[in-house]
């Protein structure tokens, strides 16, 4: 069954099914959630709120819609709604010292080799956006036309975008490895 | 040749995006300019390392919590289910029943018959957010949950008391000192309340989170309650107290009294 059809089916009811999507989905969205929070226990939370929502307003999935289309950008809106709701109380918004801590789980923190460890704080300084295109694009190796959909504009934009963002990356990258 | 053309070249000629003809152009470039070249390695290595960077797996807490909101879910849809199985005897279930109830409010009350429809609907509205929230705050597994309940409060025009109780329990008992500022902020929304005007007055003897008590301290002043004079007094007096604290409450006295 394909995940449109899953999705029909929670839409008029079988919740059941629902799981089913979870099954396909959670990883990747947790993958995508954890990047842009760079909190590992925080983007489990906020994985969670993208499948209480994807039960609660199973109403407005557009039949046709491409689920993964639709499901990023319910994740998406959680992420924004997460930071919303906190802004201005929590001044480490990302604390670039604390993110290999955040990020890394015990046994797996001595096996982090120190390009990554360099490339977590060089994404760490990126903005929101262009963060959230270089997951979309290289951690999770969407199409540019994927990325297009769920952030509702063009290919040529996106493009333009992730380029920008990569250069910028660079940049951040080659200035810490100095440090 | 510009440096944003070349790096967005180089990114695609790294993705295998050109075309043969742009890809030779670009290597005669890579193999002339030294910068470039640079510029070419630098890129790779962290388009390399992006691509490398390992999958994260999430515990197994979250599969767990799934199933258990899943079941909630579905307990919850049971008794609506039936009802959805046959929209059209539904629909026209509604309809017969709007225009009953439509005729019966107009014949009562004889009035407009709308405004009076629109008030049921607001009410159940306001009934069904309420239990939402009620039910968000009470979600112990999760502060973002509770955080965004108390930001739904905010939107509301004037809670009722219910709403307000639960608020100030979260306000003085959260574990988590967001959610509490969260309450709080909420609460300050709606001071001219008599109830929450007195909730407030009652918590500020009880706050012990430094955090909140300065913020409600300060929101004393702002409301020019006298009435706390006594309670800034205990804690200005109070070795207990965090300096900050004691600093605020002083402040407050001097511009209460």
């Known amino acids: ?179 | 040749m510009e440096k944003e053309k070349l790096e967005g070249l180089i990114i695609d000629y790294i993705d295998g995006r050109l075309s043969e003809e742009e890809k030779a152009s670009l290597e005669k470039e890579l193999a002339n300019n030294a910068d470039a070249y640079q510029l070419y390695e630098q890129t790779r290595e962290v388009m390399q390392a992006m691509d490398r960077s390992a999958k994260l797996e999430p515990s197994f807490k979250l599969k767990k919590n799934f199933d258990q909101i899943l079941k909630e879910e579905i307990a919850q849809q049971k008794p609506t289910k039936v009802v959805s199985m046959y929209p059209t005897l539904y629909r026209a279930a509604a309809a017969v029943f709007l225009v009953l109830s439509g005729v019966a409010i107009g014949y009562w009350i004889n009035k407009n018959q709308q405004r009076e429809a629109e008030m049921l609907a607001l009410q159940q509205q306001m009934q069904e957010m309420r239990e939402i929230m009620i039910s968000k705050l009470g979600n112990q597994e999760s502060a973002s949950q509770r955080m965004i309940a108390v930001s739904q409060v905010m939107e509301m025009e004037k809670p009722d008391d219910e709403i307000v109780k639960v608020l100030v329990k979260t306000m003085n008992e959260d574990v988590n000192t967001n959610v509490r500022m969260a309450a709080l902020d909420a609460l300050s929304k709606f001071h001219q309340d008599p109830l929450v005007r007195r909730e407030l007055i009652k918590s500020l003897a009880k706050q012990k989170d430094p955090v909140v008590q300065i913020a409600l301290i300060q929101l004393m002043v702002q409301m020019k309650e006298k009435g706390v004079v006594n309670d800034l007094q205990k804690i200005v007096d109070d070795n207990k107290s965090m300096k900050a604290v004691k600093d605020e409450a002083y402040t407050g006295l001097l511009r209460l009294s």
């Open chain 1, 1 to 179: 069954m394909t995940d449109e059809q899953i999705m029909e089916a929670v839409k008029t009811g079988d919740l059941q099914q629902a799981s089913m999507l979870f099954d396909r989905y959670h990883k990747r969205l947790f993958n995508f959630l954890a990047r842009m929070a760079m909190d590992r226990e925080l983007a489990e939370d906020l994985t969670q709120n993208v499948f209480l929502r994807m039960i609660k307003y199973r109403n407005s999935y557009r039949e046709g819609a491409k689920f993964q289309s639709w499901i990023y950008q319910v994740a998406r809106n959680v992420f924004s709604d997460h930071y919303q709701t906190i802004k201005n109380r929590k001044s480490d918004f990302v604390d670039v010292e604390k993110i290999g801590d955040r990020m890394a789980e015990s046994d797996e923190t001595s096996m982090m080799d120190e390009q990554e460890r360099l490339l977590h704080r060089s994404m760490a300084l990126l903005s929101e956006e262009q963060r959230e295109l270089l997951v979309l694009t290289r951690y999770q190796q969407m199409k540019y036309e994927e990325v297009a959909t769920i952030m509702d504009t063009t290919v040529a934009n996106i493009k333009v975008k992730v380029h920008r963002a990569i250069a910028k990356l660079r940049e951040h990258y080659f200035e810490l490895e100095k440090i």
